[in-house]
């Protein structure tokens, strides 16, 4: 009995030492210079493998055995900081980090094992260093984030000036785009010649084109997601820029130091001298827009946050004397973050968007006004829970309240002849709770994975048509109708979205990784035109129109060498898409309000492989991404005026199958860069006439052939020469001067080919948006 009771002494003693000898290393990463938070920044500790990264608010904590530690901390576009430490109790460390510029840009950063691009369990995830946009030339010299994500692979547009973009083949709504968390329905400015985010007002974006967290879900190509700065804790900051067609401030500060901070960001265009130097239907049309930003963020204590964004937009474009295009986005979004211990954390979210688009006619005794629109309403909350360094899980829930305008036609003047008409809105709710986790298995293997439950409910009140069995939907299959009343459930939808990403490390250079994730959009943008156009509208699924469903496998191989100067990757996927929203030849989308007549549920298929070279180190930095992609889809109907090529698959208009992007920077002395893009993008698939025949005197055009036809190939050529003023990196007060020329060799690229009667035949022509070579100059001064 005393050998068992002094074996059991000896064993609780031995335990509590062993519980003694760890200890807890935590801390904050800021930026030395405006004091925001670093997300994402890594953290190495000497002797372990493995490391850990910052959270949203810059913080990291690691449990970690008695003993000397020497820290490594690095973040995308800083210098490294490293410091010792001797662990023999808790520790608390801040740490500023200062960010790398002009010649100092060459500096040779030791990197190891735990380079992001290998240790991140994700793939198919694109990262913007916002320090480098400004450095990409673009049109009219104004930095753009869809311009510099197109540089990347599987990621397109349909051509220059068209709103949006298109991820792996996706269509335009089938991306979900977050700023702050607030959903961005409309991602263009001038119709879509610039982005309609400021990018001085943003700390980071990325892009997920495979392996989407579970928390995020609605939309079946891709997220982006983009966080604006927190604001600079000690003392005002800002800058002011001055373009060709923009003028830009960002002001950050404390509003009470340390404890409440705040950042305004707005952007006002001026784009009508520029405008007037294309060809359009007149000299006399016009545009203009404006955007802003802002956010306070109030520190409650050292646990928890408050923080307030909004953004808002407007634009409006006038063709000729007799049509103007207008939209208006506004958002806001209230977040509290309660840290509760260092192991578990809480996140609650609220958010509002409103966007409005819309027409209005000029003509006189046509003058008329047309409203389209969505409200999005939504509630988030989530809990993470990191037991230990290995192991972090996340459980939440999203609701959402859609109310949309399909359309509200209105008389200007009492005089017009215009009638007014007005679609019914739509009514729906989403509810998708999540559960996901993150764990290293160990140094060479890490798992990511989650389960999406999505729900969705269409709302009335409504008036339902029902449609004769085993016949086409037209308004003559009418059979009956039925009225739902307000918040009546019409019809619901909901399924498992399963996501699961694996890392697998062949060596300390090399990783292999999976991803898998399904997909559901209920929400769809109703558009038959090849690009974004003001006419187009947001419409939910209902009892004819099925949720789209997407499931993507991906497959990749990551490679750095020479100590991660150089970084390698080969991606392929697969794309196979349920539901996919098409149209009758013919289609009449405007105002009809027995749409679903018009619908087609087809089968898509996308697939591809992308491969990408980036050199990161060095004087001369750069980038080479080309891709290799298909998209195709399929209407299989029994009834032929619902049938589009006769059944067979056909090239979807984002088919572009070879994209080519070379991206350089060569930082020269004394602050000066030179920077230059070339790309390459195979024509996009076009409809051209099959025949023509006469009926009743008249040339009647015959397309019956949808998409088998391509326009030329795209190829262009941009530089910029920039000079950064700074001395050092922590320079206050400087000035950056930005000089670009896009489509160096004047090459007329052509956006589409349209077909016109001219007598008794038919002639073709070849529109191009840009035409010749497009010089710009901005001032930045940053204090």
Not at 389 to 410: P, R, S, V
Not at 655 to 678: E, R, V
């Amino acid at each position: 009995m005393k050998t068992t009771l002094h074996g059991f002494l000896v064993f609780i003693i031995s335990f509590n030492i062993a519980a003694q000898s760890k200890f807890t290393l935590s801390g904050t990463v800021t930026d030395i210079v405006s004091g925001q938070a670093l997300q994402g920044a890594g953290i190495f500790f000497s002797g372990l493998s493995g490391g850990m990264q910052t959270d949203s608010a810059g913080k990291f904590s690691a449990r970690l055995p008695k003993g000397r530690y020497t820290v490594t901390i690095r973040s995308l576009g800083y210098k490294v900081e490293t410091f010792n430490v001797d662990l023999i109790q808790n520790v608390s460390k801040s740490v500023q980090l200062s960010t790398r510029v002009g010649e100092l840009a060459e500096v040779e950063i030791k990197t190891t094992k735990e380079d992001r691009n290998i240790k991140e369990t994700q793939m198919g995830v694109v990262k913007l260093e916002m320090k480098n946009l400004k450095k990409i030339p673009v049109v009219f010299g104004e930095s753009d984030i869809i311009k510099a994500l197109t540089l990347q692979p599987g990621i397109t547009t349909v051509g220059e000036g068209a709103g949006g973009f298109n991820v792996r083949g996706g269509r335009v709504d089938q991306n979900l785009v977050l700023l702050d968390g607030m959903p961005i329905y409309n991602t263009s400015h001038l119709l879509g010649f610039l982005s309609s985010i400021n990018s001085d007002a943003l700390a980071g974006v990325s892009l997920y084109k495979a392996g989407v967290p579970a928390q995020y879900g609605g939309r079946l190509s891709s997220l982006l997601e983009m966080n604006t700065k927190s604001g600079n804790a000690e003392k005002l900051t800002g800058s002011v820029g001055v373009g060709l067609i923009t003028s830009k401030v960002v002001l950050e500060g404390p509003i009470l130091k340390n404890k409440i901070t705040f950042m305004v960001a707005g952007r006002i265009a001026y784009p009508n001298f520029m405008i007037k130097q294309f060809p359009t239907p007149s000299d006399r049309s016009k545009a203009f827009f404006y955007d802003w930003n802002g956010k306070i963020q109030y520190r409650i204590n050292t646990k928890n946050i408050l923080t307030l964004n909004s953004y808002g937009s407007y634009d409006n474009f006038k063709f000729a004397d007799d049509t103007l295009y207008f939209s208006k986005t506004q958002t806001l979004s209230l977040q509290y973050s309660s840290n509760i211990s260092k192991k578990l954390s809480l996140n609650f979210q609220g958010v509002y968007c409103g966007y409005q688009f819309g027409t209005q006619g000029l003509k006189n005794e046509y003058e008329f006004t047309l409203n389209s629109g969505i409200k999005h309403a939504e509630l988030r909350a989530f809990a993470l829970f990191t037991p230990n360094e290995k192991l972090k899980t996340e459980i939440g829930i999203n609701a959402i309240n859609y109310n949309i305008n399909q359309g509200d036609l209105q008389p200007d003047k009492p005089t017009s002849n215009i009638i007014h008409l007005k679609l019914p809105n739509e009514f729906a709710r989403e509810v998708s709770p999540y559960l996901s986790f993150d764990y290293t298995i160990n140094s060479k293997i890490s798992l990511q994975a989650g389960i999406r439950y999505s729900t969705f409910q269409n709302l009335g009140p409504k008036l339902v048509y029902n449609y004769a069995e085993g016949q086409s939907r037209t308004t003559q299959t009418i059979q009956d109708s039925v009225s739902f009343t307000k918040n009546q459930t019409i019809q619901k939808y909901g399924g498992l979205e399963p996501r699961l990403s694996l890392r697998v490390a062949v060596t300390k250079t090399t990783a292999l990784k999976l991803s898998y994730h399904r997909m559901r959009q209920y929400v769809h943008l109703i558009s038959n035109t090849t690009a974004i156009s003001p006419i187009d509208f947001w419409k939910v699924s209902d009892t004819h129109i099925p949720p789209q469903i997407a499931d993507q496998i991906a497959l990749g191989v990551f490679k750095n060498f020479k100590e991660n100067m150089y970084e390698t990757s080969i991606e392929t996927y697969y794309k196979d898409i349920q539901n996919l929203v098409e149209y009758k030849n013919g289609a009449r989308l405007f105002f009809n309000p027995n749409l679903e007549t018009e619908l087609l549920a087809a089968k898509g298929i996308a697939y591809g492989i992308e491969t990408s070279i980036q050199k990161n180190k060095g004087r001369l930095k750069g980038s080479l991404a080309y891709t290799y992609s298909r998209t195709l889809a399929r209407v299989a109907s029994d009834f032929p005026t619902e049938q589009i090529n006769r059944g067979l698959w056909f090239p979807s208009t984002f088919d572009k199958p070879h994209n080519l992007a070379l991206s350089i920077q060569h930082f020269i002395n004394n602050g000066w860069t030179f920077s230059a893009n070339f790309v390459y993008a195979s024509g996009r698939p076009a409809t051209y006439p099959d025949r023509t025949y006469r009926l009743l005197g008249k040339t009647v055009i015959d397309y019956s052939s949808r998409n088998l036809d391509r326009i030329s190939d795209y190829h262009r050529l941009d530089m910029a020469l920039l000079k950064d003023t700074r001395k050092t990196t922590d320079q206050k007060r400087y000035k950056t001067f930005a000089f670009s020329l896009y489509n160096v060799y004047g090459r007329r690229n052509p956006y589409s080919i349209y077909f016109v009667r001219y007598n008794n035949s038919i002639r073709s022509y070849r529109l191009s948006v840009f035409g010749n070579i497009i010089p710009a100059i901005s001032v930045t001064y940053n204090f």
